[in-house]
């Protein structure tokens, strides 16, 4: 018996120490400190006077937060003006907020999924949005990020048929648009027969517009660099000829110098690389049947695919 019991109290050690070892491995939140009035809705759920709140009549483009730990909570979309006197939201960030059964056995409290904080509570058939629900949120258990504006760029690369690299340049997150042209010959506004033929003296090129705030133009050039053959000298592939070589167009020396420092760091790893680097040009707008070609055919390229080399 007395056996038994040792057993027992070793496997209720064990199964405790498992536990201690579990918490340590979850990730801690950094909790914002709180002055007395925060404290005393977001900790001891008070509500704040209607009507008075930094967010009940704010209407700027953003995200709200929680004051306490910085969770996402609810997009400005979803705020709208309901007359009650506090912020109010018909629908919240997916998995930001909880429910719990109110202590007074009729309300539906909400908090911060992620720290517990108490931010108000939520109605539902009032009829105020298509959503007929209001998250009745106190201003003071929230911050506000602002949305941040686009910083729109644009780059341009040479890597053979154009319709490989555009395929895999516009599927990088950040890139709002990838457009097949021609860029750095003789002839304005060349066609395709004139440039296929080596007549215009210009390359395949896509011209890449990128919101450099969501990705870097590092990111894309490091990218382009690992989706075609950059030590291939005449061509790409099957595509042999001055069109189809393996240039980068910079536009500024900023760009010229991560250039110039990403291929040092592929000759370091014993690439031979062929990649030229020229001052950008006019770009001119490949005809139509030329732009978003694998999609719209539904084909893989036939001379482009994505090795890592960094």
Known sequence: MLRKVFNLIFIVALLSSLEALEIEKLPKLQLNPLTPKE???????????????EYYKFSEDGTYLCKHCNA???????KF?????????????????????DADGVRTEIVCAQCGAHLGHVFEGEGFTPKDTRHCVNSISLKFEKE??????????????????????EKEPGVIEVTSGYMGGHIKDPTYKE???GQSGHLETVEVVYDANKVSYEKLARLFFEI??????????PDIGPQYLSDIFVANPNERAIIEKLISILESKGFDIATAIRKKSVFYKAEGYHQNYYDIKGYQPYCHGYVKRF
């Open 39 to 53: 404290a005393a809705v977001i900790l001891h759920k008070a509500t704040e006077r209607p009507f008075t709140g």
């Open 72 to 78: 996402p909570l609810y997009k400005s979309d979803s």
């Open 81 to 101: 003006d309901s007359g009650c006197g506090w912020p109010s939201f018909d629908d919240a960030i997916d998995g930001a907020v909880k429910r719990i059964p």
């Open 195 to 197: 440039v296929s033929r």
């Open 228 to 237: 075609h053959d950059p030590e291939q000298k005449d061509g790409q592939g």
């Open 148 to 169: 941040k504006t686009q910083n729109i760029q644009k780059a341009y690369f040479a890597g053979g048929c154009f319709w490989g690299v555009e395929y895999y340049l």
